[in-house]
């Protein structure tokens, strides 16, 4: 198994930046594709981006895309999440989450995720 723990997240204005990271130990980092996920309050857990193991094959969800960017640096057992041009509607908790025998989809559902940080809050202002 692999711990996570998310940090970063914070309180910006419409139009701003954030930068999340995800700190991963125990198992083996490379081993795990890693996905951030975004829940609001009465919502389900929404998926934002996924990365491959080898940070090469990224997939975004188009609520995210063109705005949000996932890397990973394996050397460090570090997952990221760049999020410019920040919207009111990307309030939400953030989750990091790392999964094995992950394949190439348009989108993921949480439940192809085995291991879970606890969250960070983004709250964007208007």
């Known amino acids: 198994q692999v711990q996570l723990v998310e940090s970063g997240g914070g309180l910006v204005q419409a139009g701003g930046s954030l930068r999340l990271s995800c700190t991963a130990s125990?198992?083996?980092?490379?081993?795990?594709?890693m996905g951030w996920f975004r829940q609001a309050p009465g919502n389900e857990r929404e998926f934002a981006a996924v990365?491959?193991?080898?940070?090469?094959?990224?997939v975004y969800a188009d609520s995210v895309k063109g705005r949000f960017t996932i890397s990973r640096d394996n050397a460090k057992n570090t997952v990221y999440l760049q999020m410019n041009s920040l919207k009111p509607e990307d309030t939400a908790v953030y989750y990091c989450?790392?999964?094995?025998?992950?394949?190439?989809?348009?989108?993921?559902?949480?439940?192809?995720?085995?291991?879970w940080g606890q969250g960070t809050q983004v709250t964007v202002s208007s």
């Open positions: 125990g198992g083996t980092f490379s081993r795990y594709a």
């Open positions: 989450a790392a999964a094995r025998s992950l394949y190439y989809s348009s989108s993921y559902s949480a439940t192809d995720f085995g291991s």
């Open positions: 990365v491959s193991r080898s940070g090469s094959s990224p």
